[in-house]
């Protein structure tokens, strides 16, 4: 369970951790000894984590009993916890039984107590566990809920299940070694959760212009129209890289250097055009995605000049590539640099004319 926070007279408590018996406070101010001070505590984060740990011992409980699964480990999350329960599955009617049952509990109000028991009391060896720390001193703390578990804990727990309000099991994924992880809310969190889900709803029903229960088909929709779209566009971006690549070997007198941007291609796009211009004698610099921002970017060219700029381009533009013989590509950070670039090409071009 995660530790409570609050204020020593006006100064936040950071973090509460356990050495030996002791619980120490760490605070980002000196507190002067002897001080009289109020303490103040973090009861909403205090409550929150009862409810949880409540929730977590009921449903650990209620699972060994109805279908034999025992809890190996557990986790306190900041939106949602789990369960660790020793057992390869745990179908959806499970789920439902088990979800069912547990609140059945909290409506009959059962109590919840606290006993401090001797190290060496026999009772303590009926009490369910998973070992003391090595550091333990003093009294073992049990928590029981009457008629239903008896658990030795160190947490904060609610006086009666009734304060858990309502417990919701959100299904499970697979867990380690084997395992199963159970998903759950407790109390004010279903709550909360319910407040974010209709939030989202009224988001979607006003964007979808539909009811929540068309929700699900409308998003369908709109996905195979998307696709459909990437797809035509897709088509249009090859068939412009060859228009663009035929435009430049139509000229009359060729070119030792071409240089293109277009913000709307990717690499697919660039290696079309360094395709159908050819490498052998014209040096390629395409670059592709935001004009000042990030990109992608492909030197093409004759085996000796891809070697030789290739890394000098992509440092350039803040990026990092790879080459391969003729091309030379990668991602670029600062595409604002383009020109600085074409200068650096321009001037090797130059320098390699006889």
């Not at 720390?133 to 008629?147: A, N």
């Not at 007198?253 to 014209?282: C, W, Y």
């Not at 350039?316 to 020109?339: E, N, Y």
């Amino acid at each position: 369970q995660p530790d409570d926070r609050g204020l020593i007279g006006d100064v936040p408590v950071l973090r509460v951790t356990r050495r030996g018996p002791e619980a120490v406070h760490f605070v980002p101010a000196a507190l002067e000894p002897g001080a009289e001070v109020l303490l103040s505590l973090d009861w909403e984060r205090r409550f929150d984590h009862m409810q949880q740990h409540s929730g977590q011992h009921l449903i650990t409980a209620v699972a060994e009993q109805m279908f034999g699964f025992k809890t190996t480990s557990w986790e306190l999350g900041r939106q949602r916890s789990l369960i660790e329960l020793d057992t390869p599955s745990v179908t959806a009617e499970q789920v439902k039984a088990l979800e069912r049952c547990v609140n059945e509990k909290i409506r009959d109000r059962v109590p919840v107590t606290v006993r401090e028991l001797a190290a060496d009391d026999p009772e303590v060896e009926r009490v369910r566990s998973r070992v003391l720390p090595d550091d333990h001193v003093g009294p073992v703390r049990v928590v029981d809920i009457e008629g239903i578990d008896s658990n030795m804990c160190c947490g904060t727990h609610v006086s009666n299940l009734s304060d858990l309000q309502v417990i919701k099991l959100l299904g499970t994924e697979k867990g380690k070694k084997n395992k199963t992880n159970l998903i759950f809310l407790v109390g004010n969190r279903v709550l909360k959760s319910i407040e974010q889900s209709h939030s989202t709803e009224k988001a979607l029903t006003s964007l979808l212009k539909n009811g929540p229960g068309e929700h699900v088909e409308a998003v369908r929709r709109l996905q195979s129209s998307v696709k459909l779209l990437q797809k035509n566009n897709l088509n249009l971006l090859r068939d412009i890289a060859v228009l663009i690549a035929r435009d430049f070997k139509s000229k009359p007198a060729p070119r030792q250097l071409f240089v293109l941007h277009r913000k709307e291609g990717d690499s697919e796009f660039m290696n079309i055009i360094a395709n159908e211009i050819g490498t052998e004698e014209t040096l390629l610099f395409l670059t592709v995605g935001d004009e000042k921002e990030a990109g992608l970017f492909l030197l093409a060219g004759p085996v000796e000049a891809v070697e030789n700029l290739g890394p000098r381009v992509a440092e350039l533009l803040g990026g990092k590539g790879a080459g391969k013989r003729d091309r030379f590509q990668g991602k670029a950070a600062k595409m604002s640099r383009r020109g600085e670039v074409q200068a650096l090409l321009e001037e090797f071009i130059s320098h390699r004319r006889p």
